[in-house]
C-alpha cells in the first residue's frame, strides 16, 4: 500500500484491538473528504473539538459522560497517529494510545510511555477501537476509553483539570519486529511531527447565543494603541463610560479582541467598576496602573466586573443569569486593567487589544456578581526556591455580613484559577461545619498559559457561616531566590474568581501573610513592614533586610516543607473590598477541613 510490509492480525493476538472496514458514510462523526490543505472536521454528534498544531493537521473531537471518554481523530497522515496524556508536556510518564489504518482495517494499541522513545504496550489493553479508515490524504481514527481507568499504574486519569494532550504522527504505518509480543508492531520516529498543547477536555459547554438577534447589543472595552514599555511586566490602566442606558440590561457574553499577533503579549485583563456616582478622570491612551502619577479617583474603582486570561475564549453566562448594566446601583464608569507580559522586553509594540461585552434588554432572573478569593498579593508571601512543591493558603472570613443582608444563599456558577509562572495547582474549598463539601473551583494541574472561565456543574451553594479556602501550589526547583507576591509573571498570584448569583456588595475577600509573623523562622523578631523588609531587631542583623536572609538561607525541598508548616500555623490578616473594620487585625488561621477519603472509592466496572 506504501511500500511497506504488510502486518498480518495475526501479529496483533491480544496486544491491539481491530475494527472491521466500515464504509464512511456509516461512521459516526465520519467528514467530507479532505482536501490535501486540510479542513476542519465536521463535529457531527461531538460537543468539543481542537486543533492540536498550528497548522491543523491533527484536529481532535471529543464527548464524555460520567464514565468515558470518547475522541475522534482526523489526522493529515496515512500512516499511525499518537494521543497521549502526560503529566508536563513531555514522554516521560504519558498514557500513550498509537492507531493507524492498514488495508482496510483498523488498529488501535494502549501503551506507556517510559522515557523519549517508543513507548511499550500496557499490560492491560484499556482503550476501545469503535471505527477507522483512510482516504487519500487522511486517517480518521474513533476510540474510547474510561475517565477512571482500572490501570492507574499506566493509564492517567482524566479529570476536570487541565491536560497536557501530546501528539504525534508519521507517513508510515508501524512495522512488525521480533518484539511484536512484548512491545507491539515497532512505531517509527514520528521526526518533528509532534507536539503538545494544554487543553480541559471535561469543560461545560457554555450555552448558545444568538449574537445576530436584534435583542443583544454590544460595546468594546480596548486599549488605545497604547505603546507598551520594554519591561517584562506592565500594568496598564484607562477608565471608560459604559453606554448610557434608559433601562436595566444584562451582559450576557464576554470574549477577548486580540491584536494579531499580541497573543502572547496580552496577558490577562480585569475590569473594575468606579464608585457609584464618580466622574473619574480619563486620560488620553491610560497610564501605568499602580503608579504613583496615576490619578488618585482610580484606587476607588475596586469592584469586580469580569476577568479575563491568556488562553481563554471568553465567556457566555448561564441563561438564567446576566451582569447588570443601567440602574441606579450601577457605576457608569469602569477600569481596564490590561496587563501586558513582554519578557523579552521588546519596545516598539503598540497595543489595541481588550474585550467585547453582548448585552441585552431582556433580562434574566438573577444578577451575576464576581468575588475575588485567595491570598493578598504582596511581597509578604513568600515562596521558598529549590522547593518541588509548597502550599500557601488563603481565607475568605467576611461572608456572613453579606449573607446575612442578602437574606439567603449564593450559588457558585463558575470560577478562573489564577496564579502565575511556579502555580502547579490552584482549588477552592467549601466547608461547612468544618467538613469539606465540595470544590468551588479546581485545578491540580495549572497552566499559567491557559486561564479558562469553567462553569460549574452543579453549581454550589455557599451559605451562612461556611468557609471558603483557596490554596495554590508552587514549584520553584530551577529558582534560586525566593519568589514574592507580586504583579509580575515572575512573581505570584494566589485566587480564585468565582463568579455567583444573587449579586452581593463583597467584591475581593482575602486573607495576607504578615512579614513578622513569617521573620522568627529565620532568627528575625523585627522588620519593617514595608519591602525589602529592613531588621530593627535582633541588633546583630540590622544592617540587613529579611529580603538578603531570606535568599541567604539554605533551602532544600525538606526545609521548604519545613518553612510551609510554619507559615500554616501563623497568623493572618483579614483583608475584603468593600473595607472591612476587620481589615489588616491578625487573626489564628482556620483548622484544616476533614477530608474525605478518595481512595475508598471504588472504580465502576474495575
Given at each position: 500500500?506504501?511500500?511497506?510490509?504488510?502486518?498480518?492480525?495475526?501479529?496483533?493476538?491480544?496486544?491491539?484491538?481491530?475494527?472491521?472496514?466500515?464504509?464512511?458514510?456509516?461512521?459516526?462523526?465520519?467528514?467530507k473528504?479532505?482536501?490535501?490543505?486540510?479542513?476542519?472536521?465536521?463535529?457531527?454528534?461531538?460537543?468539543?473539538?481542537?486543533?492540536?498544531?498550528?497548522?491543523?493537521?491533527?484536529?481532535?473531537?471529543?464527548?464524555?459522560?460520567?464514565?468515558?471518554?470518547?475522541?475522534?481523530?482526523?489526522?493529515?497522515?496515512?500512516?499511525?497517529?499518537g494521543l497521549?496524556?502526560?503529566?508536563?508536556?513531555?514522554?516521560?510518564?504519558?498514557?500513550?494510545?498509537?492507531?493507524?489504518?492498514?488495508?482496510?482495517?483498523?488498529?488501535?494499541?494502549?501503551?506507556?510511555?517510559?522515557?523519549?522513545?517508543?513507548?511499550?504496550?500496557?499490560?492491560?489493553?484499556?482503550?476501545?477501537?469503535?471505527?477507522?479508515?483512510?482516504?487519500?490524504?487522511?486517517?480518521?481514527?474513533?476510540?474510547?476509553?474510561?475517565?477512571?481507568?482500572?490501570?492507574?499504574?499506566?493509564?492517567?486519569?482524566?479529570?476536570?483539570?487541565?491536560?497536557?494532550?501530546?501528539?504525534?504522527?508519521?507517513?508510515?504505518?508501524?512495522?512488525?519486529?521480533?518484539?511484536?509480543?512484548?512491545?507491539?508492531?515497532?512505531?517509527?520516529?514520528?521526526?518533528?511531527?509532534?507536539?503538545?498543547?494544554?487543553?480541559?477536555?471535561?469543560?461545560?459547554?457554555?450555552?448558545?447565543?444568538?449574537?445576530?438577534?436584534?435583542?443583544?447589543?454590544?460595546?468594546?472595552?480596548?486599549?488605545?494603541?497604547?505603546?507598551?514599555?520594554?519591561?517584562?511586566?506592565?500594568?496598564?490602566?484607562?477608565?471608560?463610560?459604559?453606554?448610557?442606558?434608559?433601562?436595566?440590561?444584562?451582559?450576557?457574553?464576554?470574549?477577548?479582541?486580540?491584536?494579531?499577533?499580541?497573543?502572547?503579549?496580552?496577558?490577562?485583563a480585569?475590569?473594575y467598576?468606579?464608585?457609584?456616582?464618580q466622574?473619574?478622570?480619563?486620560?488620553?491612551?491610560?497610564?501605568?496602573c499602580?503608579?504613583?502619577?496615576?490619578?488618585?479617583?482610580?484606587?476607588?474603582?475596586?469592584?469586580?466586573?469580569?476577568?479575563?486570561?491568556?488562553?481563554g475564549?471568553?465567556?457566555?453566562?448561564?441563561?438564567?443569569?446576566?451582569?447588570?448594566?443601567g440602574?441606579?446601583?450601577?457605576?457608569?464608569?469602569?477600569?481596564l486593567?490590561?496587563h501586558?507580559?513582554?519578557?523579552d522586553?521588546?519596545?516598539?509594540?503598540?497595543?489595541?487589544?481588550?474585550?467585547?461585552?453582548?448585552?441585552?434588554?431582556?433580562?434574566?432572573?438573577y444578577?451575576?456578581?464576581?468575588?475575588?478569593?485567595?491570598?493578598?498579593?504582596?511581597?509578604?508571601?513568600?515562596?521558598?526556591?529549590?522547593?518541588?512543591s509548597f502550599?500557601?493558603?488563603?481565607?475568605?472570613l467576611?461572608?456572613?455580613?453579606?449573607?446575612?443582608?442578602?437574606?439567603?444563599?449564593?450559588?457558585?456558577?463558575?470560577?478562573?484559577p489564577?496564579a502565575?509562572?511556579?502555580?502547579?495547582?490552584?482549588?477552592?474549598?467549601l466547608?461547612?461545619?468544618?467538613?469539606?463539601?465540595?470544590?468551588?473551583?479546581?485545578?491540580?494541574?495549572?497552566?499559567?498559559?491557559?486561564?479558562?472561565?469553567?462553569?460549574?456543574?452543579?453549581?454550589?451553594?455557599?451559605?451562612?457561616?461556611?468557609?471558603?479556602?483557596?490554596?495554590?501550589?508552587?514549584?520553584?526547583?530551577?529558582?534560586?531566590?525566593?519568589?514574592?507576591?507580586?504583579?509580575?509573571?515572575?512573581?505570584?498570584?494566589?485566587?480564585?474568581f468565582?463568579?455567583?448569583?444573587?449579586?452581593?456588595?463583597?467584591?475581593?475577600?482575602?486573607?495576607?501573610?504578615?512579614?513578622?509573623?513569617q521573620?522568627?523562622?529565620?532568627?528575625?523578631?523585627?522588620?519593617?513592614?514595608?519591602?525589602?523588609?529592613?531588621?530593627?531587631?535582633p541588633?546583630?542583623?540590622?544592617?540587613?533586610?529579611?529580603?538578603?536572609?531570606?535568599?541567604?538561607?539554605?533551602?532544600?525541598?525538606?526545609?521548604?516543607?519545613?518553612?510551609?508548616?510554619?507559615?500554616?500555623?501563623?497568623?493572618?490578616?483579614?483583608?475584603?473590598?468593600?473595607?472591612?473594620?476587620?481589615n489588616?487585625?491578625l487573626?489564628?488561621?482556620?483548622?484544616?477541613?476533614?477530608?474525605p477519603?478518595?481512595?475508598?472509592?471504588?472504580?465502576?466496572?474495575?
Open positions: 500500500m506504501r511500500g511497506v510490509c504488510t502486518l498480518l492480525l495475526l501479529l496483533c493476538g491480544s496486544t491491539c484491538l481491530l475494527a472491521s472496514v466500515i464504509p464512511k458514510e456509516q461512521i459516526l462523526g465520519a467528514v473528504d479532505f482536501q490535501q490543505s486540510g479542513h476542519a472536521a465536521d463535529a457531527g454528534d461531538f460537543t468539543h473539538q481542537a486543533s492540536l498544531d498550528e497548522h491543523g493537521r491533527f484536529h481532535l473531537l471529543w464527548k464524555f459522560d460520567s464514565e468515558t471518554i470518547t475522541f475522534e481523530a482526523h489526522v493529515q497522515t496515512t500512516g499511525y497517529i497521549g496524556f502526560s503529566p508536563n508536556g513531555g514522554m516521560t510518564g504519558s498514557d500513550v494510545i498509537i492507531g493507524w489504518v492498514k488495508d482496510g482495517q483498523a488498529f488501535i494499541t494502549d501503551r506507556f510511555a517510559e522515557g523519549y522513545f517508543e513507548p511499550r504496550l500496557d499490560a492491560h489493553q484499556d482503550v476501545e477501537l469503535l471505527s477507522g479508515y483512510e482516504n487519500g490524504t487522511h486517517t480518521v481514527l474513533r476510540f474510547r476509553r474510561k475517565l477512571r481507568p482500572c490501570d492507574t499504574a499506566e493509564d492517567r486519569e482524566i479529570t476536570e483539570d487541565t491536560q497536557r494532550v501530546i501528539w504525534s504522527f508519521n507517513d508510515l504505518d508501524p512495522l512488525e519486529n521480533s518484539l511484536a509480543g512484548q512491545n507491539g508492531p515497532h512505531v517509527l520516529y514520528h521526526g518533528s511531527n509532534r507536539g503538545s498543547k494544554s487543553i480541559i477536555l471535561l469543560q461545560k459547554n457554555p450555552p448558545t447565543l444568538d449574537i445576530q438577534d436584534s435583542n443583544i447589543l454590544s460595546f468594546e472595552l480596548t486599549s488605545s494603541n497604547v505603546l507598551v514599555p520594554a519591561k517584562e511586566t506592565t500594568y496598564w490602566c484607562n477608565t471608560v463610560r459604559l453606554p448610557i442606558l434608559d433601562r436595566k440590561h444584562h451582559i450576557v457574553k464576554i470574549e477577548p479582541i486580540i491584536q494579531p499577533g499580541h497573543e502572547a503579549l496580552f496577558h490577562h480585569v475590569v467598576q468606579c464608585k457609584l456616582g466622574v473619574p478622570p480619563m486620560l488620553d491612551g491610560g497610564h501605568e499602580y503608579h504613583p502619577n496615576m490619578p488618585e479617583e482610580w484606587n476607588h474603582c475596586k469592584s469586580i466586573m469580569t476577568a479575563w486570561a491568556v488562553g475564549k471568553g465567556f457566555t453566562y448561564p441563561n438564567h443569569v446576566g451582569f447588570s448594566l440602574t441606579d446601583d450601577d457605576p457608569d464608569y469602569v477600569m486593567e490590561m501586558y507580559d513582554n519578557p522586553r521588546i519596545s516598539g509594540e503598540r497595543d489595541s487589544s481588550g474585550l467585547r461585552f453582548y448585552y441585552t434588554p431582556i433580562v434574566r432572573m444578577d451575576a456578581g464576581v468575588l475575588d478569593v485567595g491570598v493578598n498579593t504582596y511581597a509578604t508571601h513568600v515562596i521558598p526556591p529549590r522547593a518541588e502550599d500557601t493558603t488563603g481565607f475568605c467576611g461572608l456572613d455580613q453579606y449573607l446575612q443582608e442578602l437574606g439567603s444563599p449564593i450559588k457558585v456558577f463558575a470560577s478562573m489564577h502565575h509562572l511556579a502555580g502547579t495547582a490552584v482549588r477552592t474549598k466547608v461547612r461545619n468544618g467538613v469539606f463539601q465540595s470544590y468551588v473551583g479546581r485545578d491540580e494541574t495549572y497552566d499559567f498559559d491557559l486561564q479558562e472561565i469553567r462553569l460549574l456543574d452543579p453549581e454550589v451553594i455557599v451559605q451562612e457561616g461556611d468557609l471558603l479556602i483557596t490554596e495554590c501550589t508552587y514549584k520553584t526547583t530551577d529558582r534560586t531566590q525566593a519568589t514574592l507576591g507580586g504583579l509580575g509573571s515572575r512573581e505570584e498570584m494566589c485566587m480564585n468565582i463568579q455567583y448569583y444573587p449579586k452581593i456588595k463583597l467584591s475581593i475577600c482575602y486573607t495576607g501573610l504578615d512579614i513578622n509573623q521573620a522568627p523562622f529565620f532568627g528575625v523578631y523585627y522588620a519593617d513592614w514595608y519591602y525589602p523588609f529592613p531588621i530593627h531587631y541588633a546583630s542583623m540590622v544592617n540587613q533586610t529579611l529580603i538578603d536572609v531570606i535568599n541567604q538561607h539554605p533551602w532544600t525541598n525538606e526545609e521548604a516543607e519545613r518553612f510551609e508548616q510554619y507559615v500554616r500555623n501563623t497568623q493572618v490578616f483579614s483583608y475584603c473590598e468593600p473595607a472591612s473594620v476587620n489588616y487585625q487573626i489564628d488561621q482556620p483548622a484544616d477541613p476533614t477530608m477519603d478518595d481512595n475508598s472509592v471504588s472504580i465502576p466496572g474495575c
